[in-house]
């Protein structure tokens, strides 16, 4: 498997991306075209095209909006436990002064590296990616959304 790093850490779910998506886009942009050079079914193709967009859209946001707050609420789980693992105790307090891009990129260091970035980031405000860029030493993750 290829070694991540912060340049290839997205992931992208083929069918989704490269599939059911550019084939709603072609097919709104075939019904936007239609509206306008087929003037007999001109309402048909206006009716097609609301409907094909609110599938783009629901595809897009629903896909977006449970993934993504199943995988949130795991990435705290695992920075709080991580930190109890490293430093023996609550995470409480830290978790408040921290926002979730900056919880969501230590995960991409090992536990020394931790420690540090997680210092600079509480006194130094580093945002997420900030913290990412200083990670000298990447821990992948293959298993996210």
Same mark, same amino acid.
């Given at each position: !498997?290829?070694s991540?790093?912060?340049?290839?850490?997205?992931?992208f779910?083929?069918?989704?991306?490269?599939i059911?998506?550019?084939?709603?886009?072609?097919?709104e942009?075939?019904?936007?075209?239609?509206?306008f050079?087929?003037?007999?079914?001109?309402?048909?193709w206006?009716?097609?095209?609301g409907?094909?967009?609110?599938l783009?859209?629901?595809?897009i !946001?629903?896909?977006?909006?449970y993934?993504?707050?199943?995988?949130?609420?795991?990435?705290?789980l695992?920075f709080?436990q991580?930190?109890?693992e490293?430093?023996g105790?609550?995470?409480? &307090?830290?978790?408040e002064?921290l926002?979730f891009?900056?919880?969501a990129?230590?995960?991409f260091s090992?536990?020394?590296?931790?420690?540090k970035?997680?210092q600079?980031?509480l006194t &130094?405000n580093?945002s997420?990616d900030?913290?990412?860029?200083?990670?000298?030493?990447?821990?992948?993750?293959h298993h996210?959304?």
């Amino acid at each position: !498997m290829k070694s991540q790093n912060y340049s290839n850490h997205r992931k992208f779910y083929p069918p989704h991306h490269f599939i059911y998506l550019p084939m709603l886009l072609v097919l709104e942009v075939f019904g936007i075209y239609k509206i306008f050079n087929d003037e007999g079914n001109e309402l048909i193709w206006k009716l097609f095209s609301g409907i094909i967009f609110l599938l783009l859209y629901l595809a897009i !946001m629903l896909r977006q909006h449970y993934a993504l707050g199943i995988q949130n609420r795991l990435v705290r789980l695992e920075f709080k436990q991580r930190y109890f693992e490293i430093f023996g105790k609550r995470s409480d &307090e830290i978790e408040e002064k921290l926002n979730f891009g900056q919880i969501a990129a230590l995960r991409f260091s090992y536990d020394d590296e931790f420690k540090k970035l997680l210092q600079k980031a509480l006194t &130094e405000n580093l945002s997420g990616d900030d913290i990412k860029k200083s990670i000298t030493a990447w821990k992948p993750d293959h298993h996210r959304i």
